[in-house]
């Protein structure tokens, strides 16, 4: 037996932003009970120069839609990234979710080899599906979702790894 | 073609404890430039009630070392877990690479139906070895790596997403 490109992809993904809706719901509710303009948390950031919990939201999404569409074959849809409230965010994370339910195992399994090419800011990288898969997919967006994490629990958002990891 | 187990778990390991080595020398490497005692570095948290840099390593680094040895039927090697440097965080994480680099893809391979169960704590998790892959060690190994880095980033060591993902 041997696993496919759709078992190592697909439902992890849809799993942890499952899991980063509850941590952004817990970050929502922390806020409201102390009174903190939410707004703060959202744009909040582990060090100056890094990026905010927002970003990090845009990021993981787009780490999430960009494969299995690439995969298939298809362009991945095109966010406008001007979430700036928890509900926007998993509003974004939940739209996110329905379309990687479109795919099917049948349109990304047997890919490993497929080479896709696409830009990463002002760089253009090439991969084929399996180091796409475990070289900068998984990584990149276990990577967001944590740093979402990393940031709200910084706060004091009372968040722990069953929250992260599902149960 | 399919992917398998070991393809998608021993060199993504091994390459992001490679990353981990190279966060943690430039953590090293800073605390020594501001002239910071470099325990301060590792004893580090986000927030009081999280765990800190080294335990962020000891979790990572068994999480790496646990997959590969329970789908190959063995007892993974236990580590003391007394390790309070950077030197001895990088010794452990080094240690941990030749481990997994013992093992062969026939070692792994076509165990996605194996089921395995040990201690999580007070707790004992059973899991076949896709689910093991893919709910658990994936996101648990990103995790702990992430928040290695996301505390020595809050600390102003200048770290860039390539430390952690490799070129």
């Known amino acids: 037996m041997t696993i496919s490109l759709y078992q190592a992809s697909v439902p992890a993904l849809i799993r ?13 509710a922390f ?4 009174n903190i303009d939410p707004q703060v948390l959202c744009n909040d950031r582990l060090f100056p120069d890094m990026l ?4 990090q939201i845009n990021i993981a999404t ?4 960009g494969f299995p569409a690439r995969m298939a074959g298809q362009q991945p849809p095109r966010y406008e990234d001007t ?3 928890f509900a926007e965010l998993i509003a974004r994370i939940n739209k996110t979710i329905v379309f990687l339910e479109t795919f099917k195992p049948g349109d990304i399994d ?4 497929k080479v896709v090419s696409f830009k990463l800011g ?8 399996l180091d796409y898969l475990t070289k900068f997919l998984l990584p990149n967006f276990y990577f967001h979702v944590s740093m979402a994490y990393a940031i709200l629990r910084h706060n004091g958002v009372e968040l722990g790894k069953r929250d992260y990891l599902g149960s």
Not at 16 to 28: C, D, S, Y
Not at 110 to 113: I, P, R, V
Not at 122 to 129: A, K, R
């Open 83 to 85: 979430e700036t409230t």
């Open 16 to 28: 942890g932003l499952t899991q980063l809706n509850v941590v952004l719901e817990k970050g929502a």
């Open 52 to 55: 905010p919990l927002a970003r």
């Open 62 to 65: 787009d780490n999430a839609k």
């Open 31 to 34: 806020a409201e009970s102390k």
């Open 110 to 113: 047997g890919k490993e080899d």
């Open 122 to 129: 002002p760089t253009e990288v090439t991969f084929n599906g």
